[in-house]
Every structure is written in C-alpha cells, then in structure tokens.
C-alpha cells in the first residue's frame, strides 16, 4: 500500500509518500506565510521523484492537528481535494504523536510543545512501549509552566513551543530538561506518513465530507463572535 501524507501544522512541513517498505520520497518546506502557494507544487514533485501519479497512491494522509489554524485547513483541504480527485480514502493522523516519532525508542517521555500564541502551547506527553509510542497526556492548550509542573523526572522536549520557552524550561526542570537537537526539533512528513500507513493498514479513514482539523481550543475570530453575541 502506498499512501501520500501531508504535514501543515506548522511553518515547517512538507509531504512524503511511504509504502511498508519505507520512505518513497519527502519534500520538506520552510514558509514565511502560509502553505497555500506551495502545497500542491511539493506535492506534485513527491509524486515525480517516486515515479508515480495520484492514480498510484492508494490512501491520503494529513497531520489533523493541533496546531497552526490556517496550516491545518490548508493541508486538510488539500487532502480532501487529493482523495476526491482520485477517488482515495483519508487517514486523519494527530499532529503531536507523529512529532513525537522523531524520537523512537527513547527511555524518557517524550513532551512536544508547538507555540499556540498568547503565552500558551499546545502540548502533549508520549512514553515509549514496545514497538510504538502510548499517550500519557493528550493535547491540550496550556500555559507551558502549567504543563511543566506536572512533570516528573527526566523527559525530551521539542517543537516550536520549546525553542520559544526555552528559558522557562530549563528553569522550571533544571537538569530534567532534555532539549532535542536540532534536526529533531521540527515536525516530518515522513512521521505523517508512517502512521497515517499503519492507520490505513487496518482500514482506519476518515470520513472526508466530514472532516474537521482538532484546533483544541477555538479561533480568535470564534472568541470575538462569541463576546459579541
């Protein structure tokens, strides 16, 4: 099976196709805006590089979240137009588990961050199991020091969030806090797609007129409309 899975969630994402044999091909992308001008340009170039068409993938993967609100409805939107186009299945994988892939293996949990504006992160807890990461915390939209406080021993942070509140961080964990390198430190296509082809494996989709991205707290213009009404 091979799939195509896209990741928006942030400023730093990208696409890849996979099939049970690995990573076909990745396109990773840096924008300054938004992913809307780019998408479907590194899309076409990972079905290039793969020597492939949109006929040939059987399933579509997108990161649904949370994270970014416009990165996420582009990417959502473009998935859904990818399965229409191609008469394809959709698999919905949650942005912060396949973050926390960047770190198979790994004897600490594992707490990604993602910077959700207005001194607040989204933020979710991952342990290490056997062969697959298990959720201790599910994300949420928090205050990173209220997150931190209720960790306990060593564990490795990364996303956006961490590089912002780095500071905080460190002090609030001290010698606890186990920073990711660099590389590690963004979201991976690839990451997307290995779990949006282990959810379509065991026929896992979403239904795609119905799909919505997990914002975990609601948008500013939501707020605004909810005041004044």
Request: proline share 5%.
């Amino acid at each position: 099976m091979k799939i195509l899975a896209i990741e928006t969630s942030t400023m730093l994402g990208g696409v890849a196709i996979a099939d049970e044999g690995g990573l076909i091909a990745e396109v990773r992308l840096n924008v300054r805006t938004t992913h809307s001008e780019r998408l479907m340009t590194a899309v076409d170039y990972a079905l290039q590089q793969s020597d492939m068409a949109l006929a040939g993938i059987d399933a579509v993967a997108v990161a649904s979240g949370p994270g970014s609100f416009t990165g996420l409805r582009i990417g959502l939107s473009t998935a859904k137009g990818l399965c229409y186009a191609a008469d394809k299945p959709l698999v919905l994988v949650p942005t912060l588990e396949a973050f926390a892939w960047n770190f198979p293996c790994c004897a600490h949990p594992v707490c990604i961050m993602l910077d959700a504006r207005k001194g607040e992160v989204y933020a979710a807890k991952f342990q290490w199991e056997r062969d697959k990461f298990t959720t201790l915390v599910s994300a949420v939209s928090t205050r990173p020091e209220d997150f931190l406080r209720e960790c306990r021993g060593p564990i490795v942070l990364a996303g956006e969030g961490v590089l912002r509140y780095r500071e905080l961080i460190v002090s609030a964990l001290g010698e606890r806090a186990v920073i990711a390198p660099s590389p590690a430190m963004v979201p991976s296509p690839s990451n997307v797609a290995r779990l949006g082809l282990q959810k379509a494996l065991c026929s896992e989709f979403a239904d795609a007129a119905a799909a919505e991205p997990v914002y975990v707290r609601r948008s500013e213009a939501e707020v605004q409309w909810s005041e004044r009404h």
